[in-house]
């Protein structure tokens, strides 16, 4: 098992986020989280990433607990994040943004092949590496965020909202760039309110309601649940 968590438990100050939570992903495979806004679901992918820190329960990476380390330090255990939002260097060239994300010492060494290997995926950015981040489509940034993250040659990455604000025909491309990177080998663990497109991805899926999981299973199975179709699917 590539990525274990039990018993997690996450709070702002007083307040639980998410609670007693158990998830698990295979080594390259693709999991979904889904569930309304303010469900946890960011809360745990920040977890996981070591931006937040759990107050109890286990973030197991090959079997070692990394709940507590720092966020650099998850990044080392092969683990990339593509925030919600994006959160790129706005004022910095797509270039110099995809730069960034090779850093660690794991990716330094293959930098070039990195950015042979984002550009082949997304040749717009090739041709706009100069661009000003801060100037491109919201599509465009998010291509250059899942780009930073591949830099980092990870084996998971934690996508949170990665259709947000995007238009359906962009929506669909990086559904599609996702099921490619899966290809390669790499996990993914998506965190999604485009919940039919999630599923149609996917593999396994969790379902998340005001910090609680409370059901899991592969994605016909929910599909199937009339509690999920009511309440998420609007059928």
Do not use: W
Request: glycine letters at 10%; aromatic letters at 4%; one cysteine or more.
């Amino acid at each position: 098992m590539l990525l274990e968590i039990r018993g997690l438990y996450v709070g702002y100050g007083g307040a639980p986020a998410v609670l007693d939570a158990n998830l698990d992903i295979e080594v390259a495979q693709i999991v979904t989280v889904i569930g309304a806004n303010g469900a946890g679901k960011s809360t745990l992918v920040n977890a996981i990433a070591g931006i937040l820190h759990p107050s109890r329960g286990a973030i197991l990476i090959d079997g070692e607990d990394i709940a507590k380390v720092p966020p650099h330090s998850v990044c080392e255990k092969g683990i990339a994040i593509v925030p919600e939002g994006r959160r790129l260097f706005t004022q910095m060239t797509v270039l110099e943004n995809l730069e960034l994300g090779g850093y660690r010492p794991g990716a330094r060494a293959a930098v070039q092949n990195g950015l042979e290997e984002v550009f082949a995926l997304f040749p717009i950015l090739a041709e706009r590496r100069h661009q000003i981040a801060g100037s491109m489509s919201g599509g465009q940034q998010q291509m250059v965020a899942l780009g930073r993250a591949l830099m980092a040659r990870p084996r998971l990455i934690l996508m949170d909202e990665p259709s947000l604000g995007l238009s359906p025909v962009i929506v669909q491309d990086m559904f599609a760039v996702i099921s490619k990177i899966n290809e390669r080998g790499v996990a993914v663990l998506l965190v999604e309110q485009n919940i039919t497109k999630a599923l149609e991805v996917a593999s396994y899926a969790y379902v998340l309601e005001q910090g609680q999981i409370i059901t899991s299973g592969p994605p016909d199975k929910l599909i199937n649940d009339p509690r999920i179709r009511e309440a998420y699917l609007g059928i």
